[in-house]
């Protein structure tokens, strides 16, 4: 009775194991294929994640330093860490919202996990967003 119990258990643990692994690495595969059509057609390729937010710093640095004469202690990385997180949630918040209606073919697949398309969608913004923090 044990051992059918042991094997029993095993099953269900297996049964459990597979289908997480099998979501994380369609998680990985399409926010793989993701990055790369993003900067598939780009001249200077990911290096938009880095030059797009500190150009928004620059101007915002000009206004806020030169214009307005706003006195803040590193106004720079005060702005910059907060416009960081914002293009994130922005980008992402823009995007999941239209990645199912955009993804037909994929949904149409049988068994496709749609719930994870808005996944994909923040953890590519999350890319983004770690590798232009150490800036």
Request: hydrophobic content about 55%.
């Amino acid at each position: 009775m044990q051992k059918q119990s042991r094997a029993l258990r095993r099953r269900i643990q297996a049964s459990r194991t597979l289908p997480s692994l099998y979501l994380w690495d369609l998680l990985r595969s399409l926010v793989d294929r993701d990055m790369k059509l993003m900067y598939k057609r780009s001249a200077l390729g990911i290096a938009w994640t880095l030059i797009s937010p500190l150009l928004q710093l620059l101007v915002f640095i000009f206004v806020f330093q030169a214009i307005i004469k706003i006195e803040i202690a590193q106004y720079s990385s005060y702005v910059f860490s907060g416009l960081l997180v914002w293009n994130w949630f922005q980008n992402c918040l823009f995007q999941a919202t239209g990645v199912i209606i955009s993804s037909r073919s994929l949904i149409r697949q049988p068994g496709f996990p749609v719930p994870i398309l808005p996944i994909v969608v923040v953890t590519t913004g999350l890319i983004h967003f770690v590798l232009a923090l150490p800036i």
